[in-house]
């Protein structure tokens, strides 16, 4: 069965504190996508990626940073949290081209609370 | 600016009904339209894909219809069940790397 897993379920993390948020997939997917799910909101992309070190923006990456040093393994980064990125945090990943036709297989999400 | 609107109200039916979503766009001209159930504090899970030029696509209980005209996808799942409840998200790929999601119709079926 293909999984896409994510570390962490539920942090509670200080303001100003750095925070990591991890993610692993199994499935050999080319792309990795961060997005932050808020109510009302929909999925909102962070950043993506297309293969191992490689990044982009998506629609909202300020105050994020990404890594992905290997192909199953795609990192966030909250350099500074603060507490509008209060939110959860849900890991995907897809194969061939991007999104377009390809479902997108989704982490469990990460609850992320800043106080 | 681009739109996709979901009922932000909750839908509740009654079980065996035929429960009804509805997925509006604007000033989007997807080749694809996808669609998602997510479980309270779960992610989302793919249900069915529909291109464009598909008017309409069935998996077991589940039907969705794609119209380019009126910029309108309807989901429909047939004799609803308990087990059925959730949020149902409506997403667009207009290609590349980003689908737009909608923010998602939450589903009560009432036994």
């Known amino acids: 069965d293909v999984k896409v897993t994510q570390s962490s379920r539920y942090l509670v993390k200080r303001t100003g504190e750095k925070v990591f948020l991890e993610c692993v997939q199994d499935m050999d997917h080319e792309n990795m996508f961060w997005y932050r799910q808020d109510p009302g909101l929909g999925l909102r992309l962070i950043y993506f990626s297309y293969d191992v070190k490689m990044k982009e923006k998506g629609d909202i990456p300020e105050g994020y940073s990404v890594s992905r040093e290997k192909k199953e393994r795609f990192s966030l980064i909250l350099e500074s949290a603060s507490t509008n990125q209060t939110s959860m945090y849900l890991c995907a990943s897809t194969a061939g081209q991007g999104t377009f036709g390809n479902t997108i297989y989704f982490g469990e999400g990460s609850w992320l609370t800043v106080v | 600016s681009q739109k996709i609107e979901q009922n932000s109200e909750a839908l509740n039916i009654q079980e065996g009904k035929t429960a009804t979503l509805t997925c509006n766009y604007t000033?989007?001209?997807?080749?694809?339209l996808q669609w998602y159930r997510q479980d309270p504090g779960r992610g989302p899970v793919f249900l069915l894909l529909i291109r464009e030029n598909e008017k309409e696509k069935r998996k077991e209980r589940l039907k969705v219809t794609f119209d380019t005209t009126l910029k309108q996808s309807l989901f429909h799942i047939t004799a609803s069940q308990p087990a059925d409840s959730a949020t149902y998200l409506c997403a667009l790929a207009t290609g590349g790397f980003k689908t737009i999601f909608g923010a998602g119709t939450r589903l009560f079926v009432k036994a």
């Open positions: 000033n989007y001209s997807p080749a694809y």
